[in-house]
C-alpha cells in the first residue's frame, strides 16, 4: 500500500463493508484545579451517556466482548490541592462510572504516572468483581538495567502484585520500533519472551502483543514473527492526521493506513492509541473546530477523531486518557452506541481537514510525558503545547508584518511564564539529547528546544518587532 495512493475502494474495503455506510487539553501542563475547571466549563451542558449502549467488539480468539472504548490509565486525575498526588477516591468514581456504562478494558503500564498507574489502576478495580473488566499492561523495560532477564521477569510479576490479579488479560511489549537490535536486547536474547510464551501457555497472560511506535523496517520483521509468536493483538496509532500523514508529521513513523492493511490480512485486532494525538485533534484552530462544529453541532470536536478510530471493523478498543469525568462522558456519547463514519465523512476527515492540519507545522508532541523526566528539569511536554496551542490561535508574535507584534509578544511571554517556571523553560536544555530516544513521535527534542529558546531570546530583545538588522 504505497503512501495516500491508497483508493477509495480499498479504503472501504479494509474498514469493512458493513461498517461505512474537544475534550479539553489533556492537563499535562496545567494544575489540576485549573484544567478541570476548564473542562468543567466546556462541558457544563453535557447531556448523559446512555446506559447500556456501549458497543463491544469481539476478541476472535477469545470470543469475549471488549468495548469499543478502552480507558487509558495514562493521565489520572490529581488532587486539587496537591498536584503531585493522584485523586484515588476520583478515579475510583471514574472506573465506577466507565464500568457502569459499559465500559470494560483498562490499559495501563509501570512507567505510567510516575510509576503509580498500575496500584491506582488495582486498587480501583480490585473492588469490582474479575470477571467484569479487561486489564492490559506492558513490559515497558526502556531501561538497559530492565534488560537482564531477571528485571524483566520482577517487572512482569511486580505488575500482578500492583494490579492484585493473578493473570493479565492482555499483555504488551512496550514500544516496539527503535531497531531490531533493541527488540532482540529487550526481549529475545535474554530469554524473557520464551518465558511470557510460556505464561501465555499457563493462562496467567490471556493475550500477548506489542505497541508499535517507529520504522517501518522493524514492524515488518516483528510483524513477519507472527507464524512463531503467534501476535494476539497488536496496539497502533490510529487517527485520521496519521492515516496517511504520520511520516510527514513526524519522524521515522509510519502511516495507520499501512499498519493496519497488515494487521486487517493476518487476523491480528488492532488496539487503537492516539486517537486524539495527545489531545491535539480536540484543539484544533478555532477556525476548524468552527468548520467541524458546522458539520454536526452536537457533537464534539473530538467525537469525529473517535468515531474515525473506532470505525475499522478490525479495531478492538479505542484508548483514550481520560483525566476528566467531563473527557469520560463525552468519549461514552460517542461510543454507546458507535455510530460508524460514512464514506464522505472519512472523505472529508482524511482529505480535507487532515491536509489543512498539516500545514500547520506544529511540533508533533501528544503530552506522552516519555521524554520526562528531563535531568536538567526542562518540562519539554508543557514547553511543546504552549507552542502549538498559540500558533494554532494565531498569536504567535510574528515579527515584520505582525500588526499585533506587541500584544502577541506580550501575550507569548507571560502565558509562558504562567505555563512554565523560568527554571523549566528551554534555555535550560544542554542538549545532552537523553529524552529524544524515548519519544514515541521522533521528535527531535533537542533541536526544537533550542529553536525555541532562540525565538524566545528574539522576543525579550525586539519588543518592536522590528529585528536586528532593521535596528542596527
Known amino acids: 500500500?504505497?503512501?495516500?495512493?491508497?483508493?477509495?475502494?480499498?479504503?472501504?474495503?479494509?474498514?469493512?463493508?458493513?461498517?461505512?455506510?474537544?475534550?479539553?487539553?489533556?492537563?499535562?501542563?496545567?494544575k489540576a484545579d485549573k484544567a478541570g475547571s476548564q473542562a468543567a466549563e466546556e462541558y457544563k451542558n453535557q447531556v448523559e451517556p446512555p446506559v447500556g449502549q456501549m458497543t463491544y467488539r469481539e476478541n476472535p480468539k477469545t470470543k469475549e466482548k471488549v468495548s469499543i472504548l478502552g480507558y487509558g490509565m495514562m493521565r489520572l486525575p490529581t488532587k486539587v490541592d496537591n498536584s503531585d498526588e493522584f485523586d484515588q477516591d476520583m478515579i475510583n468514581k471514574q472506573i465506577d462510572y466507565a464500568l457502569e456504562h459499559g465500559l470494560?478494558?483498562?490499559?495501563?503500564?509501570?512507567?505510567?504516572?510516575?510509576?503509580?498507574?498500575?496500584?491506582?489502576?488495582?486498587?480501583a478495580l480490585s473492588r469490582h468483581k474479575r470477571s467484569e473488566y479487561f486489564i492490559a499492561t506492558k513490559l515497558s523495560n526502556f531501561n538497559h538495567?530492565?534488560?537482564?532477564?531477571?528485571?524483566?521477569?520482577?517487572?512482569?510479576?511486580?505488575?500482578?502484585?500492583?494490579l492484585q490479579v493473578d493473570y493479565l488479560d492482555y499483555y504488551l511489549l512496550h514500544a516496539i520500533g527503535g531497531s531490531m537490535d533493541e527488540f532482540k536486547d529487550r526481549y529475545v536474547d535474554n530469554g524473557i519472551m520464551d518465558y511470557l510464551l510460556k505464561e501465555r501457555e499457563a493462562g496467567r497472560i490471556r493475550n500477548l502483543g506489542f505497541s508499535f511506535h517507529g520504522k517501518k523496517t522493524v514492524f515488518d520483521e516483528v510483524i513477519a514473527l507472527h507464524d512463531k509468536y503467534h501476535w494476539d493483538f497488536v496496539q497502533i496509532e490510529l487517527n485520521y492526521l496519521d492515516w496517511n500523514f504520520a511520516d510527514e508529521i513526524s519522524n521515522n513513523n509510519v502511516d495507520a493506513c499501512y499498519l493496519y492493511a497488515e494487521l486487517k490480512k493476518r487476523g491480528i485486532p488492532a488496539v487503537i492509541m492516539e486517537p486524539l494525538l495527545g489531545g491535539r485533534?480536540?484543539?484544533?484552530?478555532?477556525?476548524?473546530?468552527?468548520?467541524?462544529?458546522?458539520?454536526?453541532?452536537?457533537?464534539?470536536?473530538?467525537?469525529?477523531?473517535?468515531?474515525?478510530?473506532?470505525?475499522?471493523?478490525?479495531?478492538?478498543?479505542?484508548?483514550?486518557?481520560?483525566?476528566?469525568?467531563?473527557?469520560?462522558?463525552d468519549n461514552l456519547l460517542s461510543y454507546c452506541p458507535l455510530t460508524p463514519l460514512s464514506e464522505k465523512e472519512m472523505r472529508y476527515l482524511d482529505?480535507?481537514?487532515?491536509?489543512?492540519?498539516?500545514?500547520?507545522?506544529?511540533?508533533?508532541?501528544?503530552?506522552?510525558?516519555?521524554?520526562?523526566?528531563?535531568?536538567?528539569?526542562?518540562?519539554?511536554?508543557?514547553?511543546?503545547?504552549h507552542y502549538n496551542k498559540c500558533k494554532n490561535e494565531g498569536s504567535l508574535p510574528m515579527g515584520i508584518g505582525d500588526a499585533e507584534y506587541r500584544k502577541h509578544r506580550r501575550q507569548y511571554l507571560i502565558s509562558l511564564d504562567r505555563v512554565v517556571p523560568r527554571e523549566r523553560q528551554p534555555d535550560h536544555c544542554i542538549g545532552c539529547h537523553q529524552c529524544e530516544p524515548h519519544c514515541p513521535q521522533n521528535i527531535r527534542i533537542t533541536r526544537e528546544l533550542h529553536k525555541l529558546s532562540d525565538m524566545i531570546e528574539q522576543l525579550k530583545r525586539d519588543p518592536l518587532g522590528i529585528g536586528d538588522k532593521e535596528k542596527a
Not at 470494560?104 to 486498587?123: A, H, L, M
Request: charged residues 20%; hydrophobic residues 35%; contains cysteine.
Open 351 to 385: 482529505e480535507e481537514i487532515a491536509q489543512k492540519i498539516v500545514g500547520l507545522e506544529n511540533i508533533p508532541c501528544n503530552d506522552c510525558k516519555y521524554c520526562m523526566p528531563c535531568p536538567y528539569g526542562i518540562d519539554i511536554p508543557a514547553i511543546f503545547i
Open 1 to 30: 500500500m504505497e503512501k495516500k495512493s491508497i483508493s477509495r475502494r480499498s479504503f472501504l474495503k479494509l474498514f469493512g463493508a458493513g461498517t461505512v455506510a474537544a475534550t479539553a487539553t489533556l492537563a499535562g501542563c496545567k
Open 145 to 162: 538495567d530492565y534488560w537482564a532477564f531477571d528485571k524483566a521477569k520482577g517487572m512482569y510479576q511486580n505488575s500482578l502484585k500492583e
Open 104 to 123: 470494560n478494558y483498562f490499559d495501563t503500564s509501570p512507567v505510567y504516572c510516575q510509576g503509580k498507574s498500575e496500584r491506582c489502576t488495582g486498587i
Open 281 to 329: 485533534l480536540a484543539n484544533l484552530p478555532q477556525y476548524l473546530m468552527t468548520e467541524l462544529k458546522s458539520h454536526a453541532p452536537e457533537r464534539s470536536v473530538a467525537s469525529w477523531a473517535f468515531r474515525y478510530a473506532g470505525t475499522p471493523e478490525g479495531v478492538l478498543t479505542v484508548l483514550s486518557g481520560m483525566t476528566y469525568m467531563e473527557h469520560l462522558k
